[in-house]
């Protein structure tokens, strides 16, 4: 599972921000990568990035209001980040699991090889996965079961959701083909602007 503090540290590499600033944006856009993250976890999380120098904040004075801290990142918590961002992906047996949703989400905009890396290896092991489950044989076996158990019925329903989530691999498995291809494209764009070459 992802880190929090690693969405926060990203959330901060894009542009300096307040706690309620994060928190909200969690609430919002964030909430598909960690749901239910309390203020108070925020600022707990800001207070050890601080102290582990990822972050430096400066108070920013409001009329009326409480004053705000207001976070950046330090040279320390880029190299954290783009530690985090390069680092070994392991896929679980999950397909669409907030640490990949996380990882691609901040990756792409910061290295375009660490993206590429990241969507291949997920990307290889759905493929792999796929096969290995496809076709297996699927039949529910009942032995001695309740009185109230319908085993047509529930066999009719595993088919049904072994189906619906195939498709959605499926669906899945194309929109990374489509953002791998996109990503290279970028990459080659980008090398060509700079006149290099690939290794």
Not at 24 to 46: C, D, N, P, T
Not at 79 to 86: N, Q, R, T
Not at 98 to 112: C, G, H, K, Q, W
Request: negative net charge; proline residues 5%.
């Amino acid at each position: 599972m992802v880190k929090f503090e690693y969405v926060l540290l990203a959330l901060l590499a894009g542009r300096p921000r307040s706690g309620f600033d994060l928190g909200k944006w969690v609430e919002s856009e964030g909430q598909f990568l960690r749901s239910r993250a309390h203020h108070s976890q925020i600022y707990r999380l800001l207070g050890r990035m601080v102290a582990d120098d990822w972050v430096v904040y400066e108070v920013d004075p409001r009329d009326r209001r409480p004053d705000a801290k207001v976070y950046r990142v330090t040279p320390h918590g880029r190299d954290v980040l783009l530690e985090w961002v390069c680092s070994p992906y392991e896929p679980t047996s999950r397909f669409q699991d907030p640490d990949f949703v996380a990882r691609f989400a901040f990756a792409a905009p910061l290295d375009t090889e660490a993206a590429i890396r990241l969507v291949r290896t997920e990307l290889d092991y759905r493929r792999e996965q796929i096969a290995r489950n496809r076709d297996r044989d699927r039949t529910l076996r009942f032995d001695d079961a309740l009185p109230e158990v319908d085993s047509a019925f529930a066999q009719e329903t595993f088919d049904a959701l072994h189906a619906y989530g195939a498709s959605a691999a499926d669906t899945w498995v194309a929109w990374l083909e489509r953002m791998l291809q996109r990503l290279e494209a970028r990459r080659d764009q980008r090398r060509d602007q700079r006149g290099d070459t690939p290794a």
